[in-house]
Every structure is written in structure tokens, then in C-alpha cells.
């Protein structure tokens, strides 16, 4: 039995494709054995066999692709077949996740995109379309927490600025451009990762708060703008998810927002993604303009 990943799942988990995606990147490696309680072992020979594949032939745009919540998402679409382009600044991280998908079989890609600058947007998400032939999912996860333990006094204005550069006028960008392509075939889904803060105001993360809200805003007028046509534009406010961006938060702004979740707990990545390729899955097909809860709890509306 050496060197062999024994996993016990509940036989009625067996299937579900949110499951086998929690075990990516720790133990379901193809050639690893999988224990049933009922006594049966399953050689797993493809992980791909294993899921439902929503995104087959499908091609999707990811920004902030490298990022806590980017890389689960970019790994899940990819895991369902879509064929994935992510969009980042950070290219070291862009050519190890690429690097690190690819030995699991997934079609992913990746392309130095600025958010914040209409001529990298619009020549990025062109030339995505030209290559692939289509852009059927964008979803927009790059973004900045900004000022985050200061009262509207203490905040800088270019750290305002730069916050809703990147959270908002990214945002903005990136729909609108998508949108170009997605109009071409009457097929598409645009998903923009807001925040509970742009429901609520968090205290002294204003800026941040403000670039939120106002995803949640553009998410509202575009929806209807598109609702007569095959496309749909939503938005997904989480809580607190455990990445990088709660790890470098002051110890005080992720104390605030912790002690807010009924659940007590903070989200994790493959819950967001779940959630995530639902939304922008062809199933989710009589909803636009919402923003979706992801909050353990934390919004009811
Ligand atoms: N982590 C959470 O708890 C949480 C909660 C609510 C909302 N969100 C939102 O989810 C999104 C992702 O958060 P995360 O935790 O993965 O953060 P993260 O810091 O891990 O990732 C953000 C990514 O965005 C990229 N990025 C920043 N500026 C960019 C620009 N101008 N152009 C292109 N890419 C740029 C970064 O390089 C990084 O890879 C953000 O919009 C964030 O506001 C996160």
C-alpha cells in the first residue's frame, strides 16, 4: 500500500462533483484508490470521468485568476471542461498556476491584463475571442481591499482611488468588453465577485465598501439591459473567504468580520467556486441582475 491515497468518502458523496473537486490538489491524483464504506475500491484512472462536465466546448475569462478565490473558480471550470484564459498583473503566478493545472489535464491559459486600463481590457478580451472563437463566461475576481482599518479622515485619496480603479472601473470594463463578444452570440454569463460590504458598509473600509456597492449597482442595470437576450450579469457577495487578501487584512478588519458570520467560520475557496460555476453554468438561465449571497449566514436579502 505504499505510496497509495486511501480517501473514505460517505457512499451517498460518491458522486458529487463538488466533493471531488475539494480533493484536487491534495489526493485524488489519477491512479489513486478511492475507499468506499461499503467496502468497494474504485481505481480513479480520470478525474474528468468522475464530474459533470457543464462547460464542455465552453471558453471562460477569469481575472484575478491567481488569486485566493480566482484559482479555485479558474480550477473548477477547467475541471468541467471549459477551456479557461486568466487574466492577471502577477505573472510569476500566472505561469505556476498555469503550470500547476496542466498536470491535470485542464486547458488553461493566461494573459498579463490590467484591469483598470481600457486598452489591455478590450485588446485582452478580443484577442481571447479571436483565438478561441467565442467567450461564453467572464468572471471577474481581480480586486483590491484597499484602506482597510482607516475612518474617512484617515483615508488617503489615492488609495481611494486605486481601490475603486481596480474594483469598480475593473468591474466595468471587463463587462463591458465581455459583453462585445457574448452580444455576437446571443450566449453568455458574466459573474462579478462583489462583496457583503457593498450590502452592508463595513466600518472603516469605505473605499472598498463604495467599489462594491457599486459592482452590485452595475450588476442591476446591466442584468436588465441584457434580459431579453441569452446573456445574464450577476454578481456574488461573499463574507469572509480565506485567501491571502483576509491573511494580509489588518488583524482587526478580519476580527470585524469574522465575529459578523452566524456560521463563525470564514468561507473556503472551493465553496465560492461551487457557487460560482453554478451561476455561470447554462442551468442558471432565470437569473440576471441579482447578487448572490455567499455569507454563512451573515445577509438574508
Ligand atoms: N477573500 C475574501 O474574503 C473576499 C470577500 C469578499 C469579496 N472578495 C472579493 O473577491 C475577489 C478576489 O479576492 P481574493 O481573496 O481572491 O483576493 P486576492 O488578493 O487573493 O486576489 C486578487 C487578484 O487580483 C489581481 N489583481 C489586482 N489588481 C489587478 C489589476 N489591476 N488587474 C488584474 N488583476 C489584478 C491580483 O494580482 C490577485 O491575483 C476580490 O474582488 C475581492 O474583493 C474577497
Not at 458529487?16 to 490538489?25: M, S, T, Y
Not at 484602506?147 to 484617515?154: A, S, V
Not at 465577485?193 to 472598498?208: D, L, R, T, V
Request: one cysteine or more; proline letters at 3%.
Amino acid at each position: 500500500m505504499e505510496g497509495i491515497t486511501l480517501l473514505m468518502l460517505a457512499d451517498d458523496l460518491w458522486s458529487d462533483p463538488i466533493l471531488q473537486f475539494c480533493k484536487i490538489g491534495t489526493a485524488s491524483r489519477c491512479g489513486d484508490i478511492l475507499y468506499r464504506p461499503s467496502g468497494a475500491f474504485v481505481n480513479i484512472t480520470s478525474k474528468k470521468k468522475e464530474r459533470i462536465m457543464r462547460f464542455e466546448g465552453q471558453v471562460a475569462i477569469v481575472t484575478g485568476g491567481v488569486g485566493g478565490l480566482g484559482k479555485g473558480i479558474v480550477g473548477r471550470l477547467a475541471s468541467e471542461g471549459a477551456r479557461v484564459v486568466i487574466f492577471d498583473m502577477d505573472e510569476g503566478a500566472m505561469g505556476q498556476t498555469v503550470e500547476e493545472f496542466a498536470g491535470e489535464g485542464y486547458s488553461i491559459s493566461s494573459q498579463e491584463v490590467d484591469v483598470t486600463d481600457e486598452e489591455s481590457v478590450r485588446s485582452g478580451v478580443e484577442g481571447v475571442a479571436k483565438e478561441m472563437g467565442r467567450l461564453d463566461i467572464m468572471i471577474n475576481c481581480a480586486g483590491i481591499l484597499g484602506p482597510n482599518n482607516h475612518k474617512i479622515t484617515e483615508v488617503d485619496m489615492a488609495a481611494y482611488d486605486a481601490t475603486l480603479a481596480v474594483n469598480l472601473r475593473g468591474s466595468y470594463l471587463m463587462a463591458k468588453y465581455s459583453l462585445v463578444e457574448m452580444e455576437k452570440r446571443d450566449y453568455g454569463r458574466v459573474l462579478l465577485i462583489a462583496s457583503i460590504a457593498g450590502k452592508e458598509g463595513n466600518a472603516k473600509m469605505s473605499p472598498y465598501s463604495i467599489s462594491k456597492a457599486g459592482v452590485i449597482g452595475l450588476v442591476k442595470s446591466v442584468g436588465k439591459e441584457y434580459a431579453e437576450t441569452g446573456i445574464t450579469v450577476n454578481a456574488l457577495a461573499p463574507a469572509a473567504i480565506y485567501t491571502s487578501m483576509i491573511e494580509n487584512a489588518d488583524p482587526a478588519a478580519a476580527q470585524y468580520m469574522i465575529e459578523r458570520i452566524p456560521m463563525k467560520r470564514f468561507g473556503k475557496p472551493e465553496e465560492l467556486a461551487a457557487t460560482a460555476a453554478w451561476i455561470v453554468s447554462p442551468e442558471a438561465s432565470f437569473n440576471t441582475g441579482f447578487t448572490f449571497d455567499m455569507s454563512g449566514g451573515r445577509a438574508t436579502y
